[in-house]
């Protein structure tokens, strides 16, 4: 995604994002595509946590992918990871303009439960926004490296959410 | 144990207007059996009893009233029932004019045998 595209994108993310946060309860929420340039992101502190994460997230995707194919387990719908106190949800989602992944990370505040409910119908409001309904141009290999940073360069000069 | 829950839960629905029953991991807020009829979102139904019957219990046990045992909500279009079965939650969703008293009954039975 070219880094146009990503401002004018990352605008219009911020309701849904907000929503998604509030209802399913969850601390941390950031959302980024296969490539991992992040679109948006809520409770990250620092741009080096959500670059962390937007790369974890992205690699995630293309292994469970490859995994889901090679046992014939079809496209993966979400990896759920319990920790003793915070827990993991990571789940992919298609947009006619490019397949996103959201990850999110949550408490005893939230359950598994609520933030697959949340995940279905935030995937259905962003599919929703006019501009993820048409095919987007990709970043060509001179302007990568800019592309992928400008999610981050557009979240680090706001200020940071509250956690 | 799922053999317990499965036949539990086809009785709940064989009652005359319950729309659903299921068995829910109150932590993950996920159903683990579910016996459905056609338009009941199990998953959604699951994620928000499970929410529900959590927050009330915290909102019990701070003001002093100790565990809470059962939930029932009334609606215009039906009733959400949830009884616990430490450490799962029955879950029954009926219709407005269900017989409440024999579902309540069947649904704590229900608990009684899982747990």
Known sequence: ?163 | MTDVMREAMARLSRVKGVRGAMVVDPEAGVPVTTELAAGVDGRAVAALAASLFQRAGQALRASGHGALATAQLEAEAGHVLAVEADPLLVVVVAEPRAQLGLIRVEAQRAAEEMQ
């Open chain 1, 1 to 163: 995604m070219r880094r146009a595209d990503i401002g004018r994108l990352s605008g219009k993310l911020e309701e849904p994002m907000q929503w998604f946060v509030s209802e399913a309860r969850v601390r941390v929420a950031v959302l980024v595509n296969r490539s991992g340039q992040v679109l948006a992101q809520h409770g990250f502190a620092s741009q080096y946590d959500v670059a962390n994460v937007a790369a974890l997230a992205a690699a995630t995707h293309s292994s469970a992918h490859a995994l889901a194919e090679l046992t014939g387990a079809g496209r993966w719908m979400h990896l759920h990871h319990a920790g003793h106190d915070r827990q993991l949800f990571l789940a992919p989602f298609r947009t006619p303009a490019e397949d996103l992944i959201l990850v999110a990370i949550f408490d005893e505040e939230s359950t598994l439960g609520l933030v697959q409910l949340f995940f279905d119908r935030f995937a259905e409001m962003v599919r929703a926004i006019p501009d993820f309904q048409v095919t987007l141009e990709r970043s060509d290999a001179e302007s990568f490296e800019s592309d992928l940073e400008a999610g981050l360069d557009r979240l680090l000069s706001e200020p940071p959410p509250e956690a």
